[in-house]
């Protein structure tokens, strides 16, 4: 299970360092100035970008060093992997295994609060569990609900920044997942006139925990066959550089500001596909393709223990809420390639009265859903196109958990 996949990931990315290390480098002062003196308190920080994020952040010793997540074992993996590298925590470091939005998560802002920059990494984020209306309402609490709850909990604090991250599949959203987030970005802009907030879109995180590319890794470690879409583009970015964007973001960002990876030469679509046969190939397997999934399933179970040939499924997407290609910004959107090398900036504009009011409207008619004994998919996506009227949702009668 431990095998070394740097070499998988180079292949991948095709680069061996960060796409963010210039920029990084030149705003390296300034980062230290705002994050050394600073209070911070980081949400779902055991997650993967979360983790990746706190990585990043602490090199700059911080002052107050908090982190809250609801699952114990990776929190307590935080901890070890922190203690045990280079990296000098503060005295003032502690984490607490509780869930945002939970009535000890509450009872702890109530409590303890003493922080300059709050930042969220908690995210509901598969597209496939969005297929039934309990797990859609937990993507909702999640990625809205929890954090409209926090932002007013923050305009009775005097805070320097909100941060909450959100995703590129926000942008022209065809799943309800990635239109959560497009809601959650409209939330934030809402309060932003009593709250500074600002966000990170970006692509796919190579190899974060239940990512299709962990679960390569999780394939052959039980000699199974990969999977993937043939038809499906994304951009692709390491853990590293996800943290390093977060970074940025809140700590240089201004109010209402979301930054993205700038596509170039170092940013390129890629097919899910195509992935899978540079991961195979970058560990000595040669990818073998079979006309079906049971074909594939069967040719692994007969695989021979020293076997270079792996088999693999590859087809096009068939299923619910799968978009071709992804996109950060839209044509309509005010766009900054100057102030950064490889960022981009979309400066956005605080939302009137009437627009938070209807944002508003829709989260108290899901609430009412909850209170009802009934709850209807249906009913809660027209409440999600309202607040997201740019949503382009089309069942499909099949979701990513009827695939292998």
Same mark, same amino acid.
């Given at each position: 299970?431990?095998?070394?996949?740097?070499?998988?990931?180079?292949?991948?990315?095709?680069?061996?360092?960060?796409?963010?290390?210039? !920029?990084?480098?030149? /705003?390296?002062? *300034? +980062?230290?100035?705002?994050?050394?003196?600073?209070?911070?308190? $980081?949400?779902? @920080?055991?997650?993967?970008?979360?983790?990746?994020?706190?990585?990043?952040?602490?090199?700059?010793?911080?002052?107050?060093?908090?982190?809250?997540?609801?699952?114990?074992?990776?929190?307590?993996?935080?901890?070890?992997?922190?203690?045990?590298?280079?990296?000098?925590?503060?005295?003032?470091?502690?984490?607490?295994?509780?869930?945002?939005?939970?009535?000890?998560?509450?009872?702890?802002?109530?409590?303890?609060?003493?922080?300059?920059?709050?930042?969220?990494?908690?995210?509901?984020?598969?597209?496939?569990?969005?297929?039934?209306?309990?797990?859609?309402?937990?993507?909702?609490?999640?990625?809205?609900?929890?954090?409209?709850?926090?932002?007013?909990?923050?305009?009775?604090?005097?805070?320097?920044?909100?941060?909450?991250?959100?995703? !590129?599949?926000?942008? /022209?959203?065809? *799943? +309800?997942?990635?239109?959560?987030?497009?809601?959650?970005?409209? $939330?934030?802009? @809402?309060?932003?006139?009593?709250?500074?907030?600002?966000?990170?879109?970006?692509?796919?995180?190579?190899?974060?925990?239940?990512?299709?590319?962990?679960?390569?890794?999780?394939?052959?470690?039980?000699?199974?066959?990969?999977?993937?879409?043939?038809?499906?583009?994304?951009?692709?970015?390491?853990?590293?550089?996800?943290?390093?964007?977060?970074?940025?973001?809140?700590?240089?960002?201004?109010?209402?500001?979301?930054?993205?990876?700038?596509?170039?030469?170092?940013?390129?679509?890629?097919?899910?596909?195509?992935?899978?046969?540079?991961?195979?190939?970058?560990?000595?397997?040669?990818?073998?393709?079979?006309?079906?999934?049971?074909?594939?399933?069967?040719?692994?179970?007969?695989?021979?223990?020293?076997?270079?040939?792996?088999?693999?499924?590859?087809?096009?997407?068939?299923?619910?809420?799968?978009?071709?290609?992804?996109?950060?910004?839209?044509?309509?959107?005010?766009?900054?390639?100057?102030?950064?090398?490889?960022?981009?900036?979309?400066?956005?504009?605080?939302?009137?009265?009437?627009?938070?009011?209807?944002?508003?409207?829709?989260?108290?008619?899901?609430?009412?859903?909850?209170?009802?004994?009934?709850?209807?998919?249906?009913?809660?996506?027209?409440?999600?196109?309202?607040?997201?009227?740019?949503?382009?949702?089309?069942?499909?009668?099949?979701?990513?958990?009827?695939?292998?």
């Amino acid at each position: 299970m431990f095998k070394n996949y740097d070499s998988a990931l180079s292949r991948i990315l095709r680069r061996s360092r960060s796409i963010f290390t210039e !920029d990084i480098h030149n /705003n390296q002062q *300034s +980062l230290k100035e705002n994050i050394s003196k600073s209070r911070l308190l $980081i949400i779902g @920080a055991a997650g993967s970008i979360g983790n990746a994020f706190v990585k990043q952040v602490a090199k700059y010793s911080p002052m107050i060093l908090h982190l809250i997540d609801l699952s114990e074992n990776n929190l307590v993996e935080v901890v070890r992997d922190l203690r045990s590298s280079q990296i000098k925590l503060p005295k003032d470091f502690k984490t607490y295994a509780i869930a945002m939005g939970s009535v000890e998560f509450n009872a702890f802002l109530e409590s303890e609060f003493n922080y300059d920059y709050i930042l969220n990494f908690a995210a509901m984020k598969h597209v496939r569990s969005e297929k039934d209306p309990y797990s859609l309402m937990r993507i909702l609490n999640t990625n809205v609900y929890y954090v409209k709850e926090l932002l007013e909990e923050l305009t009775n604090h005097d805070v320097k920044k909100f941060f909450s991250v959100s995703s !590129d599949k926000a942008v /022209n959203p065809v *799943s +309800l997942m990635g239109a959560t987030k497009a809601f959650m970005e409209n $939330i934030m802009w @809402a309060y932003s006139d009593k709250v500074n907030s600002s966000t990170a879109r970006f692509a796919n995180v190579a190899f974060s925990d239940g990512s299709l590319l962990y679960g390569f890794q999780q394939r052959l470690a039980k000699n199974q066959p990969l999977s993937a879409p043939s038809d499906v583009q994304r951009y692709f970015i390491s853990h590293e550089e996800a943290g390093q964007l977060c970074l940025l973001s809140c700590f240089l960002g201004n109010n209402r500001d979301i930054y993205f990876p700038q596509i170039g030469q170092d940013l390129e679509l890629i097919t899910f596909a195509e992935i899978a046969r540079i991961f195979l190939k970058s560990l000595g397997y040669e990818p073998t393709e079979y006309p079906s999934e049971q074909a594939a399933r069967e040719a692994a179970e007969s695989m021979e223990n020293n076997s270079k040939q792996w088999p693999c499924f590859f087809s096009e997407s068939d299923t619910t809420g799968e978009k071709p290609y992804e996109e950060f910004y839209t044509e309509n959107d005010e766009v900054d390639f100057e102030t950064y090398q490889k960022i981009g900036i979309i400066h956005q504009t605080k939302l009137n009265p009437d627009q938070k009011a209807i944002l508003l409207k829709v989260i108290q008619s899901i609430e009412d859903i909850q209170k009802s004994k009934h709850w209807g998919k249906k009913e809660i996506v027209e409440l999600i196109k309202i607040a997201v009227p740019e949503l382009e949702h089309e069942e499909m009668g099949k979701n990513l958990d009827q695939k292998m």
